[in-house]
Nanobody
Framework: QVQLVESGGGLVQAGGSLRLSCAAS????????MGWYRQAPGKQRELVAI???????NTGDSVKGRFTISRDNTKNTVYLQMNSLKPEDTAVYYC???????????????WGQGTQVTVSS
């Protein structure tokens, strides 16, 4: 079975930086889209950034210019470099991946357990 394991969350001051990592493990045929969502208390889960297997990115407007997504397909790992952090970035950040396990099976959507990012002012 596939597991997504996140790391790198924590507490930082406004203006600081943090780097999140998420590694997918298991018998995987192909990882397609992979990236990050976040959810703050009382708010809907929103897109942070995703990247396709081919390197095409889609970044949420609120983090453009500050967050950078990268991916190492040899490790089935996605990273999120977060710079110039703001208090409004405080949320639980969830790794997400669309993964195909078998040739004739459809892709399935997988989620990590979430990692807390807290930005103090």
């Amino acid at each position: 079975q596939v597991q997504l394991v996140e790391s790198g969350g924590g507490l930082v001051q406004a203006g600081g930086s943090l780097r999140l990592s998420c590694a997918a493990s298991g018998t995987i045929l192909r990882v397609n889209d992979m990236g990050w969502y976040r959810q703050a208390p009382g708010k809907q889960r929103e897109l942070v950034a995703i990247m396709t297997n081919g390197g095409i990115t889609n970044t949420g407007d609120s983090v453009k210019g500050r967050f950078t997504i990268s991916r190492d397909n040899t490790k089935n790992t996605v990273y999120l470099q977060m710079n110039s952090l703001k208090p409004e970035d405080t949320a639980v950040y969830y790794c997400n991946a669309q993964i195909k396990l078998r040739l004739l099976f459809p892709e399935e959507d997988y989620w990590g357990q979430g990692t807390q990012v807290t930005v103090s002012s």
